[in-house]
């Protein structure tokens, strides 16, 4: 969702910094993902004259111009069609960098004639218009100017990202209505002066079949409009923010839906034949999608149609057979309602992405129908011009919401721990349009299916009073144990994460479809009547989640980090479709550069650590764990791998693979692991061995190294190693790994270190020398090892 400053202050009075908004939207739960400063992205750009324009010498369709900046005369060579001499136009000196490309402007020879800058298309600055030709500017330009000056660039942009329940906040309304509850500003309350009068009746009448489908259709009939005219303050907005211009009618389209977060449509009157039914599709019924796309739909697919032709696929798209154009005369204004639920079922079979899409999937604010479509009226005439007709009114079924919530403020002290004033508590809730009746609270219809019971209310609180705000202090309600017949083992393990430097996080049981297909899972189990397209599948692997914490703390520079996350999978392998998973993730450094030791990146054994701490606390041992390669497509093939105990997984650990890593835009090497809790064995504590056993009896220590193929698996030695004299060998690592000189092509050299602990007497030389040659002869003979 992007918005400029100028249009969030139509409706919020404020004096606050671009600063205190951005810190406000954030502690709202309004992630802002970016702030553009547009005044420095176009300073460099000035206004100025072509004074001469000459065939260039060597190049028919080169003019060689002198070109006036106010303070210098420049040589410029130019390729537009339009450049001559008399005309104002956007200037380029050397050192601007041009918003399309990124291109850095420098002082060049084209056909061996100097040109020192460039002069600009609409095209190269990111704005509409043609792209062929250079801007000509009007006469009230004035030579030296800044153009951002002279065309209202000078503006800042926001770009939030919303939650799925967050649809009253997909409008600048919504965010000014948001921000006004933590006191930054006033809220200005929206005001249309049409009045509906008594006006002719619609030439188009509206009929609804699938009232299950569609909620409410407003429409009126408008017509002798002009839309070939131009709203320069509603384009220039649309551009701002990304938005290409199109006509005048599909800008106030664009517009007013951004203001008010209520996807609407205008049809072309004359293209709609006969009246218009709000039906479902028949099955294969063919439809040409704006852009001319040819889709063919199901029949279970809501759609406005005529008598002949389907005109729009229900909140999602328009067609191209009654699209407006230039030579639109009459129109048929349409703002509806539809079932979310629908339009996120077509829109993820059709796999088209929309703005009108997005909106209702997260449910339009109903209250504000009739004011939307007597505002969208107004503007349209306002800008084009014609006559209205009286409004078409037509109702489905209604949903069911909760519209009252009964309310203690109690309730705020023991959930919080702290107790917030009840005047405080009344403002917050006012200010974002909840009203007040005694010891009940009446939900707005901007927020109705999503604020649904008390402690919706208190969440809405205390994001309004601010998490930073919170006293410190004991908290008073105990967490509920994720698995309730082994909170203690993972409470353990959650503990000895932290201490590893990891940072636990919660996140959905939710992911989208396309996610999970990228991470390879096909066999999903699919919500029936998901929150939104982005948790439409129950997830089959917490990665994706993680990997998502992942990318915004590298996008707010923090670099060296871990992150774990315990709670279920699902997949329809599992018994009851779900199993419980802790995962982890850790990107950048384990240890930074000091005056004694280099920096250290976080590496395959940094996370098999953490698996292995997990396997300790759960009482297992992980010496008896056995490593392979089949791991996920998600992780890298080479530096991974599944650590099994006998048949049966335990985890799989590793790098991520790059390509899951490019799709999110992370740059950085991210390592992980997933340990599948239930697969574990349970050990009743108090048959355990004691963690420390220890001995009355020295140790003894002894390295060998072994030349192996290079392809063989390092956990086949250790495995043999150990099956050795298990009594005896109570330790077997490896610390070292080397190929090349002085070591056959094709193979490597694997050393190993051996404990060997005694528990009941101290070993001779002869038994220890006997133990050494069981090692050799046994790896030797089961690993075609050769000692070094």
């Not at 999608?289 to 229900?314: C, N, Q, W, Y």
């Not at 077509?346 to 009739?370: H, K, M, P, Q, W």
Request: proline letters at 3%.
């Amino acid at each position: 969702m992007k918005f400029t400053l100028a249009w969030l202050k139509k409706y919020l009075k404020t004096e606050a910094s671009i600063e205190e908004i951005t810190h406000a939207l954030t502690n709202l739960g309004l992630e802002v993902e970016e702030v553009i400063d547009n005044a420095k992205a176009y300073q460099s750009f000035i206004v100025a004259e072509i004074e001469e324009a000459v065939k260039h010498p060597d190049a028919e369709k080169l003019k060689v111009c002198k070109v006036n900046k106010g303070n210098e005369t420049l040589q410029i060579v130019c390729g537009a069609p339009n450049a001559r001499a008399g005309i104002k136009v956007v200037l380029a000196p050397i050192g601007t960098k041009i918003p399309l490309n990124g291109m850095e402007i420098k002082a060049s020879k084209i056909r061996g004639i100097e040109s020192n800058g460039m002069l600009c298309s609409a095209e190269e600055l990111g704005l509409s218009g043609d792209g062929e030709g250079i801007i000509e500017l009007g006469n009230d330009a004035r030579v030296g100017q800044k153009f951002a000056e002279l065309a209202g660039l000078n503006e800042t942009i926001f770009h939030i990202g919303l939650t799925p329940n967050r649809g009253d906040a997909a409008s600048v309304y919504g965010i000014a209505r948001d921000l006004s509850a933590t006191s930054i500003g006033e809220l200005i309350a929206p005001k249309s002066n049409y009045s509906i009068g008594s006006r002719a009746e619609s030439k188009i009448k509206v009929t609804i079949e699938d009232r299950a489908g569609c909620y409410e259709f407003l429409g009126r009939y408008i017509g002798d409009v002009k839309n070939s005219v131009l709203a320069e303050n509603i384009t220039k907005t649309l551009e701002l923010i990304g938005s290409v211009s199109k006509t005048i009618l599909v800008d106030i389209s664009n517009y007013t839906m951004m203001e008010f977060g209520r996807p609407n449509h205008i049809y072309d009157a004359d293209k709609i034949e006969g009246d218009i039914v709000v039906r479902k599709a028949k099955s294969k019924e063919k439809f040409i999608a704006l852009g001319g796309e040819e889709l063919h739909l199901d029949e279970d697919m809501l759609v406005i149609a005529d008598s002949r032709k389907i005109l729009a696929v229900a909140g999602i798209i328009g067609g191209e057979l009654s699209k407006v154009d230039e030579n639109t005369k009459n129109i048929f204004l349409e703002v509806a309602n539809f079932n979310p639920l629908d339009i996120a079922r077509t829109g993820r079979r059709l796999n088209i992405n929309t703005d009108a899409r997005y909106r209702f999937e997260r449910r339009v604010d109903a209250g504000i129908s009739e004011f939307f479509i007597n505002y969208l009226t107004e503007a349209v005439i306002t800008n084009c011009g014609g006559e209205a007709s009286s409004l078409v009114s037509v109702y489905g079924e209604q949903p069911e919401y909760i519209s009252e919530i009964k309310f203690s403020p109690a309730i705020i002290s023991k959930v919080a721990g702290f107790e917030i004033e009840q005047t405080k508590i009344n403002e917050i809730l006012q200010k974002l349009g909840f009203i007040i009746k005694e010891n009940k609270v009446k939900v707005p219809t901007h927020r109705r299916g999503d604020v649904t019971s008390e402690i919706d209310l208190v969440e809405e609180i205390l994001r309004v009073y601010g998490f930073e705000n919170i006293p410190s202090g004991e908290i008073l309600i105990k967490a509920s144990e994720l698995f309730s017949n082994s909170g203690e083992k993972e409470k353990r393990i959650s503990e000895r994460l932290r201490l590893k430097g990891l940072d636990e996080v919660i996140s959905w049981s939710f992911t989208d479809e396309q996610t999970a297909k990228n991470f390879g899972f096909d066999n999903l189990i699919m919500l029936a009547n998901p929150i939104s397209s982005e948790l439409s599948v129950m997830r089959p692997t917490i990665i994706p989640n993680l990997l998502g914490f992942i990318a915004k703390n590298l996008a707010r520079g923090f670099n060296n980090f871990g992150l774990f996350e315990r709670g279920h999978i699902f997949g329809k392998e599992f018994g009851d479709l779900q199993s419980a998973c802790i995962s982890g993730v850790r990107v950048g450094n384990m240890s930074d550069k000091t005056v004694h030791k280099e920096e250290r990146k976080a590496d395959f054994y940094d996370i098999k650590s953490d698996v292995f701490a997990i396997c300790s606390e759960s009482l297992l041992n992980p010496e008896n764990l056995s490593v392979t390669k089949n791991v996920p497509q998600y992780y890298h093939p080479y530096r991974s791998g599944a650590f099994k105990l006998g048949n049966k997984l335990i985890a799989y650990a590793g790098e991520i693979h790059p390509n899951i890593l490019k799709t999110l835009g992370i740059k950085e090497s991210v390592i992980g692991f997933e340990v599948f809790l239930e697969n574990i064995p349970k050990v009743n504590p108090k048959n355990a061995k004691s963690k420390l056993e220890l001995s009355d009896f020295q140790a003894v220590n002894r390295d060998f190294a072994f030349i192996v193929d290079e392809d063989l698996e390092v956990q086949s030695i250790l495995k043999v190693i150990r099956s050795v004299n298990k009594s005896l060998i109570e330790n077997v690592s490896i610390f070292d790994i080397y190929s090349g000189k002085g070591v056959e092509e094709g193979k490597k050299s694997i050393a190993l270190s051996i404990k060997i602990q005694p528990k009941d007497k101290t070993l001779f030389d002869k038994e220890i020398e006997e133990i050494c040659t069981n090692i050799i002869n046994e790896v030797s003979a089961k690993c075609g090892a050769k000692l070094r």
